[in-house]
């Protein structure tokens, strides 16, 4: 821990020694006098002890009348940063410290000796008041190097002894960071900052409108044949979401992002939905492959660790780009728990440590990106939007974003802050060019690439001034896709299930009327979220299934679309209102026929909007029309597809409703 840490540590902790001082080291008052038996130090048997820790480090603690010892990582923090901060404090609080001495008896080892008069009560109350700080500055400063590091960042030595030292075994950044040097030459250049969002397992050209990653590669690589000083960022959402990212868990774009040179992502509430064990896992991969590094700041594990990387630095000519990534505390409640288990994604410190968090980030590099997934929207549960994080924290010179699809051709400033966004499904490729002259930002400057602008330069004013005229498909990667849909393929010939009855999910039925098959899906999609019910269009639906062995084949022929599972709040009223919507067709067939699971009584013979009788829930339970259900349904209908502008707002988020079926299929019917 370096004295520049010390400094940082000082400055984050004035507040709170101001009120421990001021509360708990004055003199005791007329009332403590007057009832000594509560107080009395000597019927205390045994000193009150603790231990904080993170990230393999810890502070043990031992107070008792007129002593207490604290125990401390000798090999982090130094002699010389205890001293810094003992005579700060004498400085500014010498009137109240009179009789408080600071002794480092041992490397180790502080031993703080003060007037009998505080009292042992007092010093557990200091101790309760102090946790979470002192847990907080663990976090911030004593996390341990990670085990694969190599070459780490000298920071500028604070004694000459201390120099020769770091010359033999160079510092590293807070949390092990080893800074990544990424270009070297004049320190007056235009830095490039490449970034996607919200891609969601689009990697083929046409998807949705998405660009792809095959000519995405080829745009890349003719920014590297200018200039080294390219940073490719992705705001998170991308691992899940098509056939070719889920039936490989999202390996398969890790291994693209790894192929075209991504530097980082933050993790978004849909890249857990394998669940959080296995982002971890991928996030290892992309390590080992020389992928992306995977950057999180506010998830932590059950013990108060952090799950991944917090920061990354990058080194352009001697300018230090440091990336902090975010990820939606929505993640919580937008995807499925099980998926988040033991995680927690904000709480009332980060709030309280993020501006310190970002002066850091300015001491220790010379220009600060939040790549986030974060968004634009409100309407999230946890009310953190990308605008509210710039207009309330200081420091931050770029934000990548990501979450809300919020397209921002040029950007959005908020307090000094450029905050850009591209949309979704690469449908844009977002570009930021920032201008640096002798090692100094000068300002930046966002545009958006339209896919549709790539694969036709000739509709593209920029591509015509820059004489491009095609941009071909990167053969390597346009390889690699053959070979995962080549997998893709075999996959589909797995077995999952084998039904004793052919599952009816033909066209004129399943938007007509409720059939097995259908039934089969809602429960399955309720089952998954926890909902109340669910309620999908029978459109949606796209084929049958013969009695015998099903294949994941079969299960994407039914559901071909690359829809996930959403949970909206409904109220009763509305949910007649839905159904009456959904049935208002019959007999006619309509692809937003309403396929549920709820019990529903309906009359052809009464008058338009009073044809639903009578409505119960799949447990028998009357529906009741004042009160607030949860409805699983897709997507595509949560957006108000098919007409269905009557559900709530969001409240989960979940897997490709193939896989929910599929899964649900094979533990009904287990394959033979």
């Known amino acids: 821990m370096t004295v520049a840490d010390g400094e940082a540590v000082i400055n984050m902790l004035a507040p709170e020694l101001d009120a421990f001082i001021a509360s708990y080291l004055a003199a005791p008052s007329a009332q403590e006098a007057a009832a000594p038996a509560e107080e009395a130090p000597a019927t205390v048997a045994e000193p009150i002890t603790g231990t904080l820790s993170a990230y393999g480090y810890s502070v043990s603690y031992s107070a008792t009348v007129g002593t207490a010892t604290v125990t401390y990582p000798a090999d982090v ?80 030595p604070v004694a000459a002894a201390e120099e020769s030292a770091a010359a033999a075994e160079p510092e590293t950044f807070p949390f092990g960071v080893t800074e990544i040097v990424k270009a070297t030459g004049d320190d007056t250049f235009d830095l490039f900052v490449v970034h996607t969002n919200d891609v969601h397992g689009r990697i083929e050209e046409g998807t949705d409108g998405s660009l792809g990653y095959a000519k995405l590669s080829t745009l890349l690589k003719m920014g590297r044949s200018v200039t080294d000083n390219i940073l490719v960022l992705d705001a998170g959402d991308v691992l899940h979401g098509t056939n070719l990212a889920n039936v490989f868990e999202g390996e398969s774009v890790g291994q693209l992002l790894a192929m075209l040179g991504y530097d980082a992502v933050a993790p978004g509430n849909h890249d857990f939905n394998y669940g959080a064990d296995r982002l971890i896992e991928l996030a290892d991969m992309s390590s080992q492959i020389g992928g992306p590094v995977v950057l999180a700041a506010n998830i932590l594990d ?55 968090a970002i002066d850091l980030a300015n001491e220790i590099g010379d220009y600060v990106i939040v790549l986030g997934h974060i968004g634009m929207d409100a309407d999230g549960s946890s009310g953190i939007t990308s605008d509210w994080i710039c207009s309330n924290l200081d420091g931050i010179d770029l934000f990548v974003d990501g979450h809300s699809h919020t397209v921002l051709e ?33 300002g930046e400057s966002a545009m958006l690439i339209p896919a549709s602008e790539v694969i036709d330069p000739s509709t593209s004013a920029l591509a015509q001034s820059l004489g491009i005229s095609h941009v071909a498909d990167d053969p390597e990667v346009t390889a690699f896709v053959a070979q995962l849909n080549a997998e893709l393929e075999q996959r589909f010939s797995q077995v999952v299930a084998s039904v004793p009855m052919d599952l009816d999910g033909e066209r004129e039925h399943v938007r007509t009327g409720v059939t097995n098959l259908s039934s089969l899906i809602c429960q399955a999609m309720t089952a998954e979220t926890g909902a109340d019910f669910t309620i999908v269009n029978g459109g949606g639906i796209r084929a049958s299934i013969p009695a015998g062995p099903v294949t994941l084949g079969d299960i994407n022929n039914v559901l071909p679309f690359t829809n996930t599972v959403a949970v909206c709040e409904i109220t009763g009223t509305q949910v007649l209102e839905a159904l009456e919507f959904g049935y208002s067709l019959l007999p006619e067939t309509n692809g937003a026929f309403s396929q549920s699971d709820l019990q529903v009584v ?35 209908m949560a957006a108000g597809g098919d007409g269905y502008t009557m559900f709530g707002r969001v409240v989960q988020e979940g897997r490709q409703l193939n896989e929910v079926f599929a899964d649900y299929l094979a533990s009904v019917y287990p394959a033979e």
């Not at 009998?116 to 008041?129: Q, R």
């Not at 230090?320 to 709480?347: A, M, Q, R, Y």
């Not at 591209?422 to 090692?439: A, E, F, H, K």
Request: charged share 15%.
């Open 77 to 156: 923090i130094y002699e010389e940063d205890i001293a810094a901060f003992a005579q700060y404090i004498y400085e500014r609080h010498a009137d109240l410290l009179d009789g408080v001495y600071f002794e480092v008896t041992a490397p180790g080892t502080l031993v703080i000796t003060y007037p009998e008069a505080v009292t042992v009560a007092d010093g557990e109350a200091v101790i309760n008041m102090l946790a979470p700080e002192l847990d907080a500055f663990i976090a911030s400063y004593l996390a341990a190097p990670a085990a694969e590091e190599a070459a780490t960042v000298v920071e500028e």
């Open 302 to 356: 059950g013990d108060g660790n952090l799950v991944f990387q917090p920061y990354q630095v990058y080194d352009f000519n001697g300018f230090d780009v440091v990336v902090i990534g975010l990820s939606t505390p929505d993640t919580k409640t937008k995807s499925h728990p099980k998926n988040t288990e033991g995680l927690t994604f904000w709480d009332d410190s980060y709030t309280l440590y993020a501006q310190q």
């Open 410 to 442: 040029n950007g959005q400033e908020v307090n000094g802050t450029l905050i850009v966004s591209t949309g979704q499904y690469m449908n844009n490729i977002g570009l930021v060019q920032v201008s640096v002259v002798d090692g100094v930002a000068q």
């Open 602 to 636: 309906y009359s052809s013979s009464n008058p338009a909007g009073e044809r639903i009788v009578s409505v119960s829930l799949p447990d028998g339970t009357p529906l009741d029309v004042d009160a607030t259900y949860t409805v699983a349904t897709n997507d595509f």
